[in-house]
């Protein structure tokens, strides 16, 4: 079956995406990830921006395009399957992140390239990227060891769940917000599209209620 989501696109293909697409997709990313450093970091003698960031920004830019589309839907399309596959999706998404920056010998790499010849050579932003990176390993526990590198990764999960979980309370509650006119002077200016638009809403929630 084709996925949309592992394709390459100018643009989302929003009205192709669908609810079975969402987590296979995230899944071959995430494996793609994970084989990506298996086979990288064993493999790299003379450490460059070309052998390591360049391969580690491509594969991280193709989870970014098919996990954005995949969000935006959740917060203005929102259903049961997407909520669930969405959820699922995060908890992935956050255990692969977790793994990522508490990944010793990337951290190490970032460190070497840092501290290379060929560091003083690269553009301010290449520089800057590098930087930032060895940032978030070090914020993101690289330095932690034993039950304090698991403990750091369960809080992290935590901490996704329950982000998780606040945004689906407030998008649960803009969507069952509504306030009801009964003169209509009070939308006064609104276009007749609009009007229509908001009297048929009115219809719906009425038969809702009954």
Not at 43 to 66: C, F, H, M, T, Y
Not at 115 to 143: K, T
Request: aromatic fraction near 8%; charged fraction near 20%; charge should be negative.
């Amino acid at each position: 079956m084709s996925n949309p989501l592992l394709e390459q696109h100018e643009l989302p293909p929003f009205s192709a995406i669908e609810v079975q697409h969402i987590e296979p997709a995230i899944n071959q990313l995430i494996d793609q990830g994970r084989e990506l450093l298996k086979e990288l970091i064993p493999n790299l003698k003379n450490i460059r921006w070309q052998s390591l960031i360049v391969p580690l920004e491509e594969q991280g830019d193709k989870l970014d395009k098919a996990w954005a589309p995949i969000s935006h839907l959740h917060s203005v399309a929102d259903s049961d399957q997407l909520r669930k596959a969405y959820t699922e999706c995060i908890a992935k998404l956050t255990e692969y992140s977790t793994e990522f920056s508490q990944h010793v010998e990337l951290y190490q790499a970032y460190l070497a390239l840092s501290r290379s010849e060929e560091y003083s050579q690269l553009q301010q932003a290449q520089q800057q990227s590098i930087r930032n990176a060895i940032r978030d390993f070090q914020l993101g526990g690289v330095g932690l060891e034993g039950a304090a590198k698991q403990r750091y990764a369960d809080i992290q999960q935590r901490l996704s769940e329950l982000a998780t979980k606040f945004a689906n309370n407030v998008l649960d509650a803009t969507q069952a917000w509504y306030k009801h006119f009964t003169d209509a002077s009070a939308l006064q200016g609104l276009p007749e599209s609009a009007l229509a638009q908001a009297a048929q809403a009115a219809k719906q929630k009425i038969l809702m209620v009954m």
